[in-house]
């Protein structure tokens, strides 16, 4: 049978439950599977919390079936960090089964897995392989990346964080993974600025929302590559950012578990993130997905435009 182009598709189907009930708790939680890592970036976050501790990767999963028995969380959508979460192939390959969908951010370092049934992999590239190795603090990381992302079995988003060092960077870095047969999209967020890491990475907002401009310039140009929606890039200027942060939804209704396996107070980027300045693209892609009045502009400028 011929398929109805007025059929809703899921994805329409899933925005319009979020439209009319928000979202449900713990959709979305993040674990730092491990607290080790082989770098040391200029702005990791990461390093910046309490986690010289970790479980151990038999006591990780072993709370993450206590936690399914107890149906502490609706186990649906798993974002794997760290430190390096493919220090620990072995644990997530199996932690990953208990989830419906699950997203691994890693640095590229080490070989991707050949998961393909529920698997994303972000893979972070913050520049060109000059500010990248800066900012990564490793020469010679950009080369292994690409042997990485060309060697991947299955294609992976390229991940940037934006931020003093790199972002006149942005658009070169963009091209050049844009024809890669192994990267399938492009995404991107700001360096939000903890407390105890120099101020230097941080860009002003008025810097930020320059290169808010020239995102959205990319959006245009590249819809599908450029993985972010314009809504999302918009929600992020300086005028709208704060109604946002100052309610964060993530740190409402989602869930980011430290290494120990504790929940953490705020989200994955720790207690030292400041709020006002977050460029962590997640609650802003929430907000856009479920307050309301925003919701329905998107749609009537989707509607307009057609
Ligand atoms: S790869 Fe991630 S966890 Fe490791 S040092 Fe860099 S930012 Fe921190
Ligand atoms: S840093 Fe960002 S994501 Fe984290 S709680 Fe604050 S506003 Fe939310």
Request: charged share 25%.
């Amino acid at each position: 049978m011929e398929k109805t182009k007025f059929l809703p598709t899921r994805y329409q189907l899933l925005k319009g439950y979020l439209f009319l009930v928000g979202f449900p708790q713990d959709w979305f939680v993040s674990i730092d599977v491990t607290n080790k890592c082989n770098l040391r970036c200029k702005h990791c976050y990461f390093f910046e919390q309490d986690v010289e501790k970790e479980l151990k990767a038999d006591q990780w999963y072993e709370q993450l079936l206590e936690m399914k028995r107890k149906k502490t969380i609706p186990f649906l959508q798993c974002t794997w960090v760290g430190g390096e979460p493919l220090l620990r192939k072995d644990l997530i390959d199996k932690g990953r089964k208990l989830f419906k969908y699950n997203t691994i951010v890693t640095n590229g370092s080490f070989p991707i897995p050949n998961w393909r049934d529920n698997v994303n992999f972000y893979v972070s590239i913050d520049g060109d392989e000059e500010r990248h190795d800066l900012v990564r603090n490793k020469k010679g990381l950009y080369q292994t990346i690409q042997k990485t992302i060309g060697e991947s079995p299955v294609p992976v988003t390229v991940a940037f964080c934006i931020n003093k060092l790199n972002h006149f960077s942005v658009e070169t870095c963009f091209h050049e993974w844009r024809s890669h047969p192994n990267v399938k999209n492009f995404c991107v967020d700001f360096y939000t600025p903890i407390e105890t890491l120099s101020d230097d990475l941080t860009l002003t907002m008025e810097e930020r929302d320059a290169v808010l401009e020239r995102l959205l310039k990319l959006k245009d140009a590249y819809p599908r590559y450029f993985a972010i929606d314009r809504s999302v890039l918009e929600l992020m200027h300086s005028s709208r950012s704060r109604a946002v942060t100052d309610h964060c939804v993530f740190a409402k209704r989602a869930s980011a578990f430290d290494p120990m396996g504790v929940r953490k107070e705020k989200c994955m980027l720790g207690n030292k993130a400041d709020c006002n300045r977050c460029g962590c693209v997640v609650p802003f892609y929430m907000y856009s997905l479920t307050h309301k009045p925003t919701v329905i502009r998107n749609v009537w400028n989707k509607l307009s435009l057609k």
